[in-house]
């Protein structure tokens, strides 16, 4: 079955950087389009990025254009987001997610934390 597992989450500074990777298994990854959503306390799960399935196209939510960026590498099933100038309102559990065949597929999450 559909397996999604992040990592790179933690405390950082405002301004600092940070990398998250989800692990991709049990699909062929390289046919679907990647997301990465996050979930502040007390607000909804909301879209962050968005990669096509060979990477030629991305989109992001308007507060981290021009600060994150999501990429992926195919042949290790992994999606990643970059994270710069990280702000206290980025403070957020980060979830890697895949659609497929009408059913929407989630990881465990992973927590950023900006705060000094």
């Known amino acids: 079955q559909v397996q999604l597992v992040e990592s790179g989450g933690g405390l950082v500074q405002p301004g600092g950087s940070l990398r998250l990777d989800c692990a991709a298994s049990?699909?062929?990854?390289?046919?679907?389009?990647m997301t990465w959503y996050r979930q502040a306390p007390g607000k909804e799960r909301e879209l962050v990025a968005v990669i096509t399935r060979i990477g030629l196209g991305t989109n992001y939510a308007d507060s981290v254009k021009g600060r994150f960026t999501i990429s992926r590498d195919n042949t290790k099933n992994t999606v990643y987001l970059q994270m710069n100038s990280l702000k206290p309102e980025d403070t957020a559990v980060y979830y890697c997610?895949?659609?497929?065949?009408?059913?929407?597929?989630w990881g465990q999450g992973t927590q950023v934390t900006v705060s000094s």
């Open positions: 049990g699909f062929t990854f390289g046919i679907y389009e």
């Open positions: 997610s895949v659609y497929i065949r009408g059913k929407r597929s």
